[in-house]
């Protein structure tokens, strides 16, 4: 218990300790760590946090569209760790926030220019994904009344 003591007290005064640079970090407007679920094209959960990303629509899960949209989530977050910058509210069990990889990739921009999922223009005011709409074409899935 001693010895266990005197490490801890030598990592908080900084000799020997090194920050775990893969641990979450966990702030009231801030989610970073690894993506350990992703529920559908528009809901992951970074360190067990759900994020419903915000600006972004993709059709269901259970649909050919949903689908796909899931698909292209897994396969751009595969392995990485995300920075989500979170606005303060929720959707039923989840924050809402905007994801980018650690490259600077945001997550809705990559799937609405993949054309896997579009943009939510009610929740997108910033305007943040209006040229990659554009260059996508219009959504093929179904638009939410919401999002008007």
Known sequence: MRRCALAFLTCLIG???QPDASAPIITDNQVIGAVTHVR??????VADVPIRLNGVTCDELGTPMGKQAT?????LV???????????????DRVIGRCQLTSGEDL????ISQGVCGRCE???KQGTYVVAQANAGPFRGKLPKYCN
């Open 108 to 111: 809705g921009e990559a799937l």
């Open 78 to 92: 595969a392995g990485q760790r995300v920075m989500c910058t979170l606005t303060g509210r929720k959707s039923y």
């Open 71 to 75: 698909a292209a989530m897994h396969t």
């Open 40 to 45: 559908d094209g528009d809901t992951i959960e």
């Open 15 to 17: 000799a020997g300790c």
């Open 122 to 124: 009610r929740y997108d």
